[in-house]
């Protein structure tokens, strides 16, 4: 299903990938991605995919994600941002877009975790639109703290925009726009290589041309399940390579960690399943607090795969030459809570959620 070539280039990669200390890094995981063709998974033929649905991407991510969470952080960008044109209805913005982003030509940026957040009154948006000079024209100002695969050589950024009238809008933007810019790369302790940055957004004009959605309110709930779906095929594939990096060093003096093994396996295909099953009937649409479990659980099975791999090695783990790959997921494993939402921030919601839903019963 996926080519050798980039599986070994993956592995070989993986190490520099995590700690940005790969030469001329700018467009390499793109580049490998978009020409083994995985970001045209899902993405239906007649607009230059290779069929399937979402599902068949989550199953490319969770892939990738074995091998290395940076690239696989990438490719949840790109084909993130990929779904949220399929599912405009500007169709011409998909036209215009979507050859370079399939290719892995342009990068694709999803800066919705703002909104995302947004949605669930969390924090407030950080983009305010105005009237433009023009008309039928916008004036945009703000900031994104946190967006990731910003790739030096272009990029386009989906990002939810507040009006005065507290209406809410979806517009996906080009790294050449005036009055965008973008920040050095942040300086994280992992991912290094995800081009991971801050945008500025100071008097930048827009139109319809760049509407995604004007409706974002609607919109978001709709996209919402692609966009929490995709992110669980990091704690897949993390927890894959985890449990089976644990089972190849399982000799006869850790053999009491073979039930967890097993348990930790039933548990992470289980969870699999029910995702794959609630993105397939759509019911994540109405359903989020059921999504929104699911990725908790995941997270916590990463957590606890990598805490297995911890054991099963021993401490050869902890040597820098152990040449396992086990420091790095040990920090890949670190950044799944955190990915917006965060594991808290979920928890948050369905506490709220949970607390609204028992006032009404009482009322």
Not at 8 to 35: K, N, P
Not at 102 to 112: D, E, I, K, W, Y
Not at 268 to 292: N, S
Not at 309 to 336: I, K, M, P, S, T
Request: glycine share 10%; hydrophobic share 50%.
């Amino acid at each position: 299903m996926f080519p050798t070539e980039l599986d070994v280039w993956l592995r070989e990669h993986a190490e520099d990938l995590d700690a940005g200390s790969e030469e001329s890094l700018e467009g390499t995981v793109l580049d490998q991605l978009g020409a083994a063709g995985l970001f045209r998974h899902g993405v239906p033929a007649a607009l230059g995919g290779s069929g399937g649905d979402v599902r068949d991407a989550l199953q490319a991510i969770a892939w990738v994600a074995e091998r290395s969470l940076t690239a696989a952080f990438v490719f949840w960008g790109q084909r993130t941002l990929i779904e949220y044109l399929l599912s405009s209805p500007n169709k011409a913005l998909g036209e215009r877009w979507l050859p370079e982003l399939l290719s892995g030509q342009r990068a694709g940026a999803t800066g919705l975790s703002n909104a995302m957040k947004f949605l669930s009154g969390i924090e407030q948006l950080g983009i305010e639109l105005q009237a433009g000079q023009e008309p039928g024209s916008w004036r945009l100002d703000g900031r994104l703290p946190w967006v990731t695969n910003l790739a030096p050589r272009g990029f386009l950024v989906a990002l939810a925009v507040a009006a005065a009238d507290g209406s809410v809008s979806v517009l996906a933007l080009p790294s050449e726009r005036a009055g965008l810019s973008r920040s050095a790369d942040h300086d994280l302790i992992a991912l290094r290589g995800s081009q991971t940055a801050a945008l500025r957004l100071t008097q930048l004009q827009a139109d319809a041309d760049d509407l995604i959605h004007a409706q974002a309110r609607h919109y978001l709930p709709q996209v919402r399940p692609a966009f929490l779906g995709l992110q669980c095929g990091l704690s897949i594939g993390l927890s894959r390579a985890a449990l089976a990096a644990a089972e190849a060093h399982l000799g006869p003096a850790r053999s009491v960690l073979q039930a967890p093994l097993q348990m930790a396996r039933h548990q992470l295909a289980e969870l699999e399943a029910a995702l794959l099953d609630g993105l397939a009937e759509g019911r994540f649409v109405v359903a989020a607090a059921e999504l929104f479990r699911l990725r908790i659980a995941l997270a916590e099975v990463a957590q606890q795969a990598v805490q297995l791999e911890l054991q099963a090695c021993g401490g050869r783990a902890y040597h820098r030459d152990g040449g396992l790959g086990f420091a790095r997921r040990w920090r890949e494993a670190a950044f799944v809570p955190i990915v917006t939402p965060s594991l808290s921030q979920l928890r948050g919601e369905l506490a709220k959620q949970a607390s609204q839903a028992a006032s009404a019963k009482a009322i």
